[in-house]
T-cell receptor, first 111, second 114 residues
Framework: GENVEQHPSTLSVQEGDSAVIKCTYSDSASNYFPWYKQELGKRPQLIIDIRSNVGEKKDQRIAVTLNKTAKHFSLHITETQPEDSAVYFCAAKRSNYQLIWGAGTKLIIKP | ETGVTQSPTHLIKTRGQQVTLRCSSQSGHNTVSWYQQALGQGPQFIFQYYREEENGRGNFPPRFSGLQFPNYSSELNVNALELDDSALYLC?????????????FGPGTRLTVL
C-alpha cells in the first residue's frame, strides 16, 4: 500500500525567509497530493493541492512541486510570516483509495 | 469552505463504554471520511461513506462502525472503548465531480477515555 514520508519533522526559519517541506510517496498510481495546515487545537485546512498531470502549482506565497519520476513533492512557502507557524501535513491518494498522510512538519517562524 | 460541523466538541468516557460522534457534511457533499488523530500525529483513516454505503476502511477493528444518512450527515460509533481510543476524531466531507478528492474538515471531537 501507499506510504508517505515527510521531512523535516520540525523546521525553524527566520520571518521573511523561505520554508521548504518535502514528502516522498511509494505508490506510483497516486495522482492527488494535497497539503494541509493545522494550527494548534484546530482542524486541518487544505492550503494547496496538485494533481499528477501538473508539475507545479502556485498560490500567492505558497507553491507545490511534484516530481512523478522520483515520487516526491514539496511545499514552498516564501516570505514567511508569524501566522505561517503551524503543523503542515502532506498526503497522497490514488483514485478510489484513501488519503495517506505524512507524519507532519512543525513550522516555527522566528521573529 | 468551512461548513462541516461535528458534535460534541469534547467528550469524556470510561473504558468499556460506547460512544457516538456526529458529523454534518457541507451542503452538496455526498462523501464523508472519518479520521482518528492522536496527539502529535497525523490523521489516521478510519472509513469513508459515499451515498450511505461504506466505501473504504482503514486498519481499525470492527468495534469502530459508522453510518451515513440520506442527508449525508454521518455517525461514528465506537464500542468497548479502550484507553488508546483517546484522540481527536475528525470528519471530512468531499464534493463530487472533479473535486471529489478534496476533503474539508470539521472542527473535531476530542474524546478522552479514562
Amino acid at each position: 500500500g501507499e506510504n508517505v514520508e515527510q521531512h523535516p519533522s520540525t523546521l525553524s526559519v527566520q520571518e521573511g525567509d523561505s520554508a521548504v517541506i518535502k514528502c516522498t510517496y511509494s505508490d506510483s498510481a497516486s495522482n492527488y497530493f494535497p497539503w494541509y495546515k493545522q494550527e494548534l487545537g484546530k482542524r486541518p485546512q487544505l492550503i494547496i493541492d496538485i494533481r499528477s498531470n501538473v508539475g507545479e502549482k502556485k498560490d500567492q506565497r505558497i507553491a507545490v512541486t511534484l516530481n512523478k519520476t522520483a515520487k516526491h513533492f514539496s511545499l514552498h512557502i516564501t516570505e514567511t510570516q508569524p501566522e505561517d507557524s503551524a503543523v503542515y501535513f502532506c498526503a497522497a491518494k490514488r483514485s478510489n483509495y484513501q488519503l495517506i498522510w505524512g507524519a507532519g512538519t512543525k513550522l516555527i517562524i522566528k521573529p | 469552505e468551512t461548513g462541516v460541523t461535528q458534535s460534541p466538541t469534547h467528550l469524556i468516557k470510561t473504558r468499556g463504554q460506547q460512544v457516538t460522534l456526529r458529523c454534518s457534511s457541507q451542503s452538496g457533499h455526498n462523501t464523508v471520511s472519518w479520521y482518528q488523530q492522536a496527539l502529535g500525529q497525523g490523521p489516521q483513516f478510519i472509513f469513508q461513506y459515499y451515498r450511505e454505503e461504506e466505501n473504504g476502511r482503514g486498519n481499525f477493528p470492527p468495534r469502530f462502525s459508522g453510518l451515513q444518512f440520506p442527508n449525508y450527515s454521518s455517525e461514528l460509533n465506537v464500542n468497548a472503548l479502550e484507553l488508546d481510543d483517546s484522540a481527536l476524531y475528525l470528519c471530512a466531507s468531499s464534493p463530487g465531480g472533479t473535486r471529489y478528492n478534496e476533503q474539508f474538515f470539521g472542527p473535531g471531537t476530542r474524546l478522552t477515555v479514562l
